[in-house]
């Protein structure tokens, strides 16, 4: 047998090096800004079009290359950053591994301009699917400029597998955003299709978290800073009032590079416990600084994992000086305990507010940063009016208007024998049900004990019906007497566009005004009308987390939005008729035993089970 293996020529191999680094427009301008902050640059512009996917140019102000260098910078493990193996434990550069341009001149057409400061003229240099094409001398500023044409134009599978282009653009936008955030100290500017997105002038870090996220930022950051003898930490964290639905807005930094860790993130979250209503996020822009050799950040070839020597400590710090910045800022809203909230609440028993002692309820202790912030659960009653929902009565009378859907009709649901159950039970005693920590409904049925959650129940409930109204395209909307704007970023704007028919055919009714705003003129008649805006962006915040949650299709999230922002909240009081019509509508659902997230929505202690406690003799 003659011998088979041979080595793959260069051109292939860089392709499928190519892989790891580049996965999608966003790669490529996440390495080229890196290497023109590397460069020292003062100043970087980035211009795409079509999201990146025919054009990505990033030009930077910084050291520039020779014309031997920039040859060079092309070939694979060619790199200015590290020399010996050493280095690698004292790594402050973002790029050490010299594969980004390689990887990005196999599967692009590629074009670099590049001048030394000190030399009179710069050279420009082509080169298409990794094969050199040409290099000349050119007249151009000090700096280098980058221009990536058509990429994935020889990998058409990759091509294919983009996604559309407000999505790919959301991707570049992330990290924008990153890198914007750890380089306060560069002016940034970025373009879409020749459309300016983001000017950004160099500044102190507060002032460029305003600029990149909006001016209401400003109010609820709390700065955050503690130092250790090999690690210190420096940033900002957002109010306790001020949560997401969804994880976008949570940055941590090692040595300025943007880095992805469950663990680092629980110690924030762990810090915010007992203050935040769960299943919202806090903002965090966090800074690490740690000696490089305590690190290890070739771990991916994307560098977003870092290995720590002592994470447990770096764990310890954040978690200190959260809690340390929490307390000592002034954050207390406003209370009244009176009021229902309409966040879930997870209290414990014998927590309710009226059971807290007086001492508990001051929450100006909250200062005190000895003590356990996780005492302070009824928190989250201060969130209350956030949300502020009309009865289910007068809802489902609205509805049963708008479409000559009798209640009565509910009942008769063939695929539920628990209606049945309920309903005859119902009928020989109108009064055995009743509301449970604002929480729980709790009704007898012919085999037990039931208690039902009537937040999960609700969002049942309101999510089948959207998925209906969302697949017949059937929502209706009420007009707003004033028509509300809303300002959005530039990537929850590109999110707004990418959704706009389930937006509308759920029953919001918008126009744009100008790029980043839009003006609602209609909700969707199963809502509160005053609460619109809010709904629409509580909506955008969990389309987000739903999408990286579940990856369903764009229906199926938006049915899952709009249940959970518009569904009545665990805290919210319920009459009587309110709580039947809640259980007639959860038992006319096509799945009445989980909530579109997976919860259980209601509990049966059987009538065995509750004898047999009782029949436990000494
Ligand atoms: P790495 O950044 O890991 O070194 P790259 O492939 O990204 O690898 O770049 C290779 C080399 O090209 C860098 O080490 C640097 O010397 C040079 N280079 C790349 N981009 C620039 C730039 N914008 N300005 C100056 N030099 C650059
Ligand atoms: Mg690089």
């Not at 221009?147 to 091509?159: E, G």
């Not at 000592?328 to 009226?354: E, Y």
Request: glycine share 6%; hydrophobic share 35%.
């Amino acid at each position: 047998m003659s011998d088979v293996i041979k080595l793959l020529p260069e051109s292939i191999a860089n392709q499928i090096a190519a892989g790891e680094v580049v996965q999608r427009p966003a790669s490529v301008v996440k390495e080229l800004m890196e290497n023109a902050i590397d460069a020292g640059a003062q100043e970087i512009t980035v211009i795409v079009k079509d999201a990146g996917k025919s054009l990505i140019q990033v030009t930077d102000n910084g050291n520039g290359m020779t014309e031997t260098d920039a040859r060079m910078s092309f070939e694979r493990h060619a790199t200015s950053k590290i020399e010996k193996s050493e280095d690698l434990f004292t790594i402050r550069t973002m790029g050490f591994r010299g594969e980004a341009l390689a990887s990005i001149s196999a599967v692009a057409q590629v074009e670099m301009k590049s001048k030394p400061g000190e030399e009179e003229l710069g050279t420009s240099i082509t080169i298409d699917g990794s094969q050199f094409k040409g290099q000349h001398n050119i007249s151009c500023k000090k700096g280098t400029s980058l221009i990536v044409k058509n990429l994935f134009f020889n990998v058409p599978a990759r091509r294919n597998f983009l996604k559309s282009n407000p999505v790919e653009l959301r991707h570049i936008m992330n990290e924008f955003h990153r890198l914007a955030l750890a380089h306060p100290d560069k002016g940034l500017n970025f373009y879409q299709n020749d459309i300016e997105v983001y000017k950004l002038k160099q500044g102190k870090l507060s002032q460029r978290i305003v600029s990149l996220f909006g001016k209401n930022y400003q109010e609820q950051l709390v700065p955050c800073e503690e130092a250790l003898e090999e690690v210190s930490l420096k940033g900002y964290i957002g109010k306790v009032n001020f949560v997401k639905k969804s994880r976008g807005e949570q940055f941590f930094f090692v040595n300025d590079r943007f880095i992805k860790s469950n663990y680092l993130n629980h110690a924030v979250v762990s810090a915010y416990e007992g203050l935040i209503p769960s299943g919202t996020f806090p903002f965090f822009v966090l800074f690490i600084e740690i000696g490089p050799k305590c690190i290890d950040v070739n771990v991916h070839p994307t560098k977003t994992e870092i290995k720590f020597e002592d994470e447990r400590s770096v764990y310890s710090l954040i978690k200190m000086a959260v809690k340390k910045s929490l307390g000592s800022f002034n954050i207390t809203p406003t209370l009244d305990f009176g009021v229902d909230t309409n966040f879930r609440m997870h209290m414990s028993a014998g927590s309710t507010s009226s059971g807290l002692s007086s001492s508990e309820r001051d929450y100006s202790q909250f200062k005190n940063t000895e003590r356990d912030i996780s005492n302070l659960k009824n928190w989250e009653q201060l969130y209350a009016g956030a949300l502020e929902n009309e009865t289910i009565e007068a809802e489902v009378k609205r509805e049963m208007a708008a479409q000559g859907d009798p209640l009565s009709l509910t009942f008769e649901s063939a695929i539920n024998t628990m209606g049945e159950d309920i309903q005859q039970e119902g009928q020989s005693d109108k009064q055995n049900i009743f509301q449970f920590h604002l929480s729980y409904i709790v009704t007898t049925v012919k085999s037990g004990l039931m208690i039902i959650d009537q937040q999960s129940a609700h969002e049942r409930i309101y999510y089948e019906k959207y998925l209906k109204i969302l697949e017949n395209n059937s929502g209706s909307s009420q007009q707003l007497l004033f028509p509300e704007s809303i300002n959005l970023n530039p990537s929850d704007s590109s999110l707004v566009k990418e959704l706009e028919k389930e937006i509308k055919s759920v029953g919001f009714a918008f126009e744009y005004l100008g790029e980043n705003t839009i003006v609602i003129n209609g909700v969707p008649s199963l809502i509160k009308v005053d609460s619109g805006s809010g709904i629409f962006t509580g909506v955008l915040e969990d389309y987000k987390k739903n999408f990286l949650e579940y990856k369903n299709s764009n229906i199926e999230n938006m049915a899952r939005s709009m249940a959970t922002n518009s569904g009545i909240k665990s805290g919210k009081k319920l009459s009587t008729e309110e709580m039947k019509s809640l259980i007639d509508h959860l038992f006319a659902c096509k799945n009445p035993n989980h909530s579109p997230n997976g919860r259980l929505i209601y509990y049966i202690f059987g009538l065995e089970k509750i004898e047999d406690i009782f029949n436990v003799k000494p």
